[in-house]
């Protein structure tokens, strides 16, 4: 079955830097499963996805466009270090989720004021994609109806109870 629009897709996955150094895969874990052309992964990664069925393995290079965007310049922004009740805590690579949900790093703290990176850290870099298609199903009408994959038999999603 190629993997269409609304298809419930098990893929296993190893994502790595413009290095080479692995940053993130799924190996060793259950696989990635999600509800196809809705937008729950990057774009680059959806479109080398497209018609590919069980079985198929390749490697993909996205550019920043097709992933998580360009480095926007004005999500870079420095404010005081006294907007903060936890200054001890501050240092340069924190990460921490705002009120409003966005999710800011620190990038220099310099003359009591602090800089923050609004990007998302993937933001302006291509990423290499090792891929294989471990499952590819029709999604149910409940999870077509609510966007989302549901646990099914066996917890990639396929109909074989003993799959991981």
Excluded: W
Excluded at 35 to 47: A, D, H, Q, S, T
């Amino acid at each position: 079955m190629a993997i269409l629009k609304d298809s419930v897709v098990s893929i296993h996955y190893t994502l790595r830097d413009e290095k080479g150094d692995v940053m993130d895969s799924s190996q060793g874990a259950n696989p990635l499963q999600f509800l196809f052309g809705r937008g729950v992964v990057i774009k680059g990664l959806e479109n080398a996805l497209a018609d590919k069925a069980v079985g198929d393995s390749f490697n993909v290079k996205i550019p920043p466009e097709d992933a998580y965007g360009l480095e926007v310049m004005e999500n870079i922004q420095t404010v005081p270090i006294s907007q903060f009740q936890e200054k001890d805590k501050l240092a340069v690579g924190t990460r921490f989720q705002l009120n409003d949900g966005a999710v800011a790093e620190v990038t220099k703290i310099e003359n009591e004021m602090v800089s923050l990176d609004f990007n998302h850290p993937l933001a302006g870099k291509t990423l290499d994609f090792d891929v294989s298609v471990e499952a590819v199903r029709d999604a149910s009408p409940e999870e077509l109806e609510q966007g989302h994959v549901q646990e099914k038999e066996g917890s990639c999603g396929c109909p074989d109870p003993d799959c991981n």
